[in-house]
T-cell receptor
Framework: DTAVSQTPKYLVTQMGNDKSIKCEQN?????MYWYKQDSKKFLKIMFS???????INETVPNRFSPKSPDKAHLNLHINSLELGDSAVYFC??????????????FGPGTRLLVL | AQTVTQSQPEMSVQEAETVTLSCTYD???????LFWYKQPPSRQMILVIR??????QNATENRFSVNFQKAAKSFSLKISDSQLGDTAMYFC?????????????FGKGTRLSVIA
């Protein structure tokens, strides 16, 4: 009964290709996020969506385009992949209200390797 | 902008012993949340414990507890009776509460090894 799921878990691709990572949450949360974890394990926010609307874009190159078809899904599309895009990408979700409000629940991560 | 500092890149502890991981943060926000997440080799980010800044009482979750010192902007994690399964990267994270559902700001992590 997975709360936040991501597909695929692993993605190996050539430089210049276009790829997508999908994320779905079944928690009924209003807000979803994409984080990037680099090779030194540092986690940094990329995007934040609330009820399908983009809230935060942290100076991410426009080769990265998030899309939220509904509030349970937030997909990440990457054009013209570069070597520096190799990282682990985490999707997360949260709900503002309630006893666990503001707590973010993470997906299992997608390890992207660009060759 | 908020910052989170974890000054211990690596730590080790004997099984069944107690270990404390340190975290300090900087913010001008009055309402915020603090978290510790655990990332084992499986890569999954697992919530360990959560603290609301407006609560003076330190949060506890079984063997995990925090020492929250708001004036000092310190939020350390204590793990009691350490188990081999506690071996993981531990991340301290800050979430501003006023504007709702803001992204987390993470520290660089502490790699904890529990030794048998």
């Amino acid at each position: 009964d997975t709360a936040v799921s991501q597909t695929p878990k692993y993605l190996v691709t050539q430089m210049g290709n276009d790829k997508s990572i999908k994320c779905e949450q079944n928690l009924g949360h209003d807000t979803m996020y994409w984080y990037k974890q680099d090779s030194k394990k540092f986690l940094k926010i990329m995007f934040s969506y609330n009820n399908k609307e983009l809230i935060i874009n942290e100076t991410v190159p426009n080769r990265f385009s998030p899309k939220s078809p509904d509030k349970a899904h937030l997909n990440l599309h990457i054009n013209s992949l570069e070597l520096g895009d190799s990282a682990v990408y985490f999707c997360a979700s949260s709900q503002l209200t309630g006893p666990r409000g503001e707590t973010q629940y993470f997906g299992p991560g997608t390890r992207l390797l660009v060759l | 902008a908020q910052t989170v500092t974890q000054s211990q890149p690596e730590m080790s502890v004997q099984e069944a012993e107690t270990v404390t991981l340190s975290c300090t943060y900087d913010t001008s926000e009055s309402n915020y949340y603090l978290f510790w997440y655990k990332q084992p080799p499986s890569r999954q980010m697992i919530l360990v414990i959560r603290q609301e800044a407006y609560k003076q009482q330190n949060a506890t979750e079984n063997r995990f507890s925090v020492n929250f010192q708001k004036a000092a902007k310190s939020f350390s994690l204590k793990i009691s009776d350490s188990q081999l399964g506690d071996t993981a990267m531990y991340f301290c994270a800050f979430g501003a509460g006023n504007s709702g559902n803001t992204p987390l700001v993470f520290g660089k992590g502490t790699r904890l090894s529990v030794i048998a």
